[in-house]
């Protein structure tokens, strides 16, 4: 055969066509005895309802967990869970972890040190000393 | 012979709709089912969470709810007799069920954060993308499972894949051409599309399951163990049915014949690949009498009796499939159930935002055998001057690491540029570079038009105007 083909995959870019929202799912855990989570429980009462209705694609889920502190749980597609104990809290510094659980990734917290990433190579080229101006001895 | 009309092709697939229905009839319900529109899934959401702070209130001698699984179903049956939006189901039915209900699935938070994530439009309802998460091998009857809207969807997938390929690189080679197609809606890409959209599969199918998880009947890996023995079931013979037959059709495939690009065209798939003998998994295959211990007679209408094999009709006589074989099944059911509910444009706009939005090199995909014999050869079909290949620069030709630039000329035209460790490998490179060049090339995007975007009634008020599109001579005959 003259020319054959090598199979691959197709790598996805998330947001270039439809964005995916990377969290899917968030437990919430509550007590009803502890003090500590007085403030979950406020934010359950008054702030779950619209946060569940501004985010329809997360999958939520809440339950009692007595005895415990309150937690947020939440399970990202790429298969790991972040968890952030909201014990002593107000109603809405809870809202506000709950924002932060919907708006991560999934991915472990790390500092990236280059500033751009990209499939692409790039556009100007890398120097070569073969092309361009020659040094001559 | 009549004129074709294209016109009228794309949106003839669908009957035309009686607007005087106002409720959709599905094939699981004897009665109608209203679509459920968003607004209604968020207060039926807000109002189980209502009542279960409401069930909190209640004295403490009340049974405290462990789980909110319990609050959610009993909430669910008091939300359905006060509100009686859905109507109850009819318990004398003797339909078995295989997968949850409609009912279940229009109460299931993961359905409809999947319908949400993906942005679906509120034409297509639960229900159906319900359906489309249940795979043959969950349920074999095609009236349940995802089936029928994954044959039309893997249709309409592969159509649009391959407009935007040939209409983008008309000079793509056959081979290359069935490679890009895979890597944009093969199996493998399709399955990873699914991971990616957050939907989770089940470890076993049933009607207690979660109706936003795939459901399909898993097939036991070949390296566990077959119960009551030591062996594994790959060594065992006869424990998994054996695949395809081979050759796909072909009048000589007993003779081990070469399957050539020409004939993948007619006989195979659109990948290349050997059309198996399941169109789908845990389809039943057509096999002699004798074999089939299980075939029912049937009476022909000269009084000869031929004998069909019998369809599964429950998922303990299906064959169990593989997740990804799964998966796939799926994002093509999603599509095609995209098309009946919604129409072409959406289906269009689905495989714009979730194929053609991944990136493929496609400069990556070609593995020659003999650039330079087919450079020369494009080269004399085509008018060039004969390609020569000359040295642009070098450096440390006797050292461990030489760099030799090579550029391959036709008169004074560089048609490919590489480097390369010896002289002849440059040459090589650079032959293949100018093959790569020739092969990808791409008209402007001014001159670009898609079939898809100009023909069907959708498309009529758009604007667009057709453009003939650059259609290549042929591959390069060696």
């Known amino acids: ?137 | 012979m009549k004129r074709v009309r294209l016109d009228r092709w794309a949106s003839q697939l669908q009957p035309p709709r009686n607007p005087r229905l106002q409720v959709q009839r599905c094939a699981l319900s004897h009665e109608t089912t209203t679509l459920p529109r968003r607004r209604d899934l968020h207060q039926q959401r807000q109002y189980i969470t209502q009542t279960q702070w409401q069930c909190q209130r209640q004295p403490v001698s009340s049974k405290r709810k462990a789980s909110t699984a319990a609050v959610l179903q009993e909430a669910g049956n008091e939300g359905e007799s006060e509100a009686s939006k859905l109507p109850s189901r009819n318990k004398k039915s003797t339909t078995p069920l295989y997968a949850p209900s409609h009912h279940t699935a229009a109460r299931s938070a993961k359905l409809a954060a999947l319908h949400a994530r993906l942005s679906l439009p509120p034409k297509l309802p639960l229900q159906t993308l319900a359906r489309c998460l249940v795979d043959p091998s969950a349920d074999p009857r095609s009236d349940y499972n995802n089936a029928p809207f994954a044959i039309l969807g893997q249709d309409l997938l592969g159509y649009h894949t391959t407009e935007h390929l040939t209409c983008h690189y008309p000079r793509l080679p056959m081979s290359v051409l069935f490679a890009a197609q895979y890597a944009f809606v093969g199996e493998a890409t399709l399955a990873s599309v699914r991971a990616e959209w957050g939907v989770e599969v089940v470890a076993a199918p049933g009607v207690e399951v979660d109706a936003g998880l795939l459901q399909l009947k898993r097939q036991v890996p070949g390296n566990s163990m077959v119960e009551g023995t030591g062996r594994r079931v790959k060594d065992m013979p006869g424990v998994r049915a054996l695949g395809a037959r081979l050759g796909g059709g072909r009048r000589n495939a007993e003779w081990n014949y070469r399957r050539g690009v020409s004939s993948r065209v007619v006989f195979d798939d659109e990948f290349g690949d050997l059309i198996g003998g399941e169109p789908y998994a845990g389809a039943q295959l057509s096999t002699s009498a004798s074999e089939d211990g299980g075939a029912v007679d049937v009476e022909g209408g000269d009084g000869t009796t031929s004998s069909l094999p019998t369809l599964p009709q429950s998922p303990d006589d299906t064959e169990a499939t593989t997740v990804s074989d799964a998966s796939a099944s799926f994002v093509r059911a999603v599509a095609g159930a995209l098309y009946l509910h919604v129409g072409a444009a959406a289906t269009r706009t689905f495989h714009r935002d979730h194929i053609l939005s991944r990136q493929l090199d496609l400069h990556t995909m070609f593995n020659f055998t003999h650039p330079t014999r087919d450079l020369s050869r494009l080269c004399a079909r085509e008018g060039f001057e004969p390609p020569v290949a000359r040295l642009i620069s070098e450096t440390g030709r006797l050292s461990r690491t030489p760099v030799f630039v090579v550029g391959v000329y036709s008169g004074d035209n560089l048609l490919g540029e590489a480097a390369g460790a010896s002289l002849n490998e440059g040459r090589v490179r650079a032959a293949a570079a100018a093959l790569r060049s020739w092969y990808l090339y791409s008209p402007s995007k001014g001159e670009i038009v898609v079939p898809s975007e100009v023909e069907g009634m959708a498309a009529a008020g758009k604007g667009k105007e057709w453009k003939p599109q650059v259609i290549d001579v042929g591959e390069i005959v060696t």
């Open chain 1, 1 to 137: 055969m003259p020319l054959q083909a090598l199979r691959t995959v197709a790598k996805s870019q998330n947001g270039v066509g439809a964005f995916i929202l990377q969290c899917k799912r968030i437990d919430f855990h509550y007590c009803d005895w502890a003090g500590s989570s007085r403030g979950m429980n406020a934010f359950l009462k008054h702030q779950l309802p619209a946060f569940a209705a501004q985010n329809p694609s997360i999958e939520i889920s809440v339950s009692p967990r007595p005895g415990r502190h309150p937690v947020i749980k939440g399970q990202y597609i790429n298969g790991r869970e972040k968890a952030i104990c909201v014990r002593n809290m107000e109603a809405t510094e809870v809202t506000k972890k709950a924002e932060l659980l919907k708006t991560a990734s999934g991915e472990k917290l790390r500092r990236d040190r280059k500033p751009v990433k990209s499939f692409n190579e790039s556009v100007r080229g890398v120097w070569s000393p073969f092309h361009g101006r020659q040094y001559k001895i």
